[in-house]
């Protein structure tokens, strides 16, 4: 966005989480920090434990042991709202208000009181940035699927994440969508505003867009090299 | 068939000169159920919402009750309400008996099921991934609740149109409690009623017709509302 409204300091550390589900254990004793800038790709099959990772660490879910501690600078935040608005999750399904693509961009910046002309600047930023501005008066649920996966990353854009999770972005749309969104994650990492952290299957996509690639196997994050160690 | 004619004549005659009985029975039948049906809105979707919301113990209980009496037979409300606000009723000491109150009473009665149960279906409609959404993206608790009414509307105005409708037709309950007093707790429902019964049709018909035109209106509104609300422009 045009200045940034605050010093980008946040980072995030999983120590030892785990995770069940109906006793079937998804994740054990995970740990990583994301301490830099610049985007992670957490790779790993279906029903790895991607989504469940992403979704503990952006405080969605509690994990059954372990703990994720947010630092800013060296201080340990406390997990209340003001962390909450530090970080988000562009979830698989992206919840789209029955509003316009207008007002549903501009959800994350009213809950924040922000009125006025800087809501239009904002919002007509991120629209221009995920190519959606000729779009803004329509109603949301009438896009496409590549488009709404698009007005997701909008709507959180321009509440301007330190840490922007994204779950499986393309996992629903067609190739050429495929191809805008991976630029639009391209153009986030030149922006080096935020950590973004994706999941994905797809090593070809993995390999294009990831400066640190992780794999998640045996219900543990791993650094990798290579993407194809995932499977 | 002339008398029904001649009815109806009567009746155009009585709208055309605007007689002030006649338009004393219309607002006060607008009043009277315009009143009950902010009552019913207010309460009734508070307590979809709450019911929507929260878990507790009784929810189930609760849900089922409120189910139940979207149908409740009006004149058994009129005659419970009567036994409550009669003088030796225990509420008697208010002195609310044969009042516009009472009428309203017993309307917001009959319509809160409505609301609340309708209320409620259409929050828990509202799919789950918009309270994840909106939490994403940093709303607080409250905020969601918002979020979720807001997307739930389409579903809460058709509970305030089927609350509407109950209301306005009703006359079992309100015969009871107002007494259909002329002048004082007259209204359109009753009135007819009355008047049908005197033989009297010309006033009758008048009324019916301003009821079905006043139904149709506010129904036709409440609609283009909905229509409004259901693809948000």
Redesign the interface.
């Not at chain 1, 988000?88 to 979830?91: K, M, N, Y």
């Given at each position: 966005m045009s200045t940034p409204r605050r010093v980008f300091d946040l980072r995030l550390t999983a120590f030892n989480i785990c995770k069940s589900y109906n006793g079937e254990p998804v994740l054990r004793d995970c740990s990583f920090s994301f301490d830099k800038s610049g985007t992670y790709v957490l790779m790993g099959p279906n029903g790895s434990g991607k989504s469940t990772f992403l979704r503990i660490c952006?405080l969605?879910e509690e994990p059954d042991e372990g703990e994720i501690t947010y630092f800013s600078g060296a201080d340990v935040l406390k997990k209340d709202?003001e962390l909450?608005?530090r970080i988000?999750?562009?979830?698989p399904?992206?919840?789209?208000?029955?509003?316009?693509v207008f007002?549903n961009v501009a959800?994350?910046l009213r809950?924040?009181g922000i009125k006025g002309p800087e809501i239009k600047e904002r919002v007509d930023e991120a629209l221009e940035f995920v190519g959606l501005v000729r779009k803004r008066?329509q109603?949301a649920?009438?896009l496409s699927s590549g488009e709404i996966q698009r007005l997701g990353i909008a709507?959180?854009m321009v509440?301007e994440p330190e840490v922007f999770f994204l779950d499986e972005p393309t996992a629903s749309v067609d190739q050429k969508n495929t191809e805008i969104i991976e630029d639009i994650i391209l153009k986030m990492k030149e922006r080096g505003k935020s950590i973004v952290v994706i999941t994905t299957h797809d090593i070809a996509q993995a390999n294009r867009l990831a400066d640190w690639l992780l794999l998640l196997k045996d219900g543990k994050v791993i650094p990798s090299r290579r993407c194809a160690e995932a499977y | 068939m002339d008398s029904i004619i001649e009815g109806f004549i009567k009746a155009f005659s009585l709208i055309w000169d605007l007689d002030r009985e006649f338009l004393d029975i219309i607002f006060l039948s607008l009043k009277v159920s315009g009143t009950a049906l902010l009552i019913a809105t207010a309460a009734g979707l508070f307590t979809g919402a709450l019911v929507g919301f929260k878990r507790f113990p009784g929810k189930d209980f609760i849900l089922g009750l409120l189910n139940t009496c979207m149908g409740l037979p009006p004149v058994a409300v009129g005659l419970f309400l009567y036994l409550l606000l009669s003088r030796s009723g225990p509420l008697g000491f208010m002195g609310l008996l044969y009042t516009p109150s009472a009428m309203v009473t017993a309307q917001s009665i009959l319509a809160f099921p409505i609301v609340a149960s309708l209320c409620h279906s259409a929050i828990v409609s509202v799919?789950p991934?918009?309270?994840?959404?909106?939490?994403?993206?940093?709303?607080?608790p409250f905020?969601i609740t918002l979020?979720v009414i807001?997307?739930a509307r389409y579903g809460i105005m058709s509970g305030i149109t089927a609350a509407f409708g109950r209301v306005m037709a009703e006359v079992g309950a309100i015969l009871i409690v107002g007494g259909n007093i002329a002048g004082y707790t007259r209204v359109m429902t009753t009135t007819i009623a009355l008047e049908t019964d005197k033989g009297n049709f010309e006033l009758a018909v008048a009324l019916g017709m301003i009821l079905l035109t006043i139904s149709l209106i506010i129904n036709m509104a409440l609609y283009l509302i909905q229509k409004r609300?259901?693809?948000?422009?």
């Open positions: 952006v969605l709202i909450r608005r988000t999750l562009l979830l399904r992206v919840g789209v208000f029955n509003a316009t007002k959800y994350g809950i924040r008066n109603n649920r009438l709507r959180a509440i | 799919d991934i918009i309270r994840q959404a909106s939490r994403t993206l940093g709303a607080k905020q979020t807001n997307e609300v259901m693809v948000a422009r």
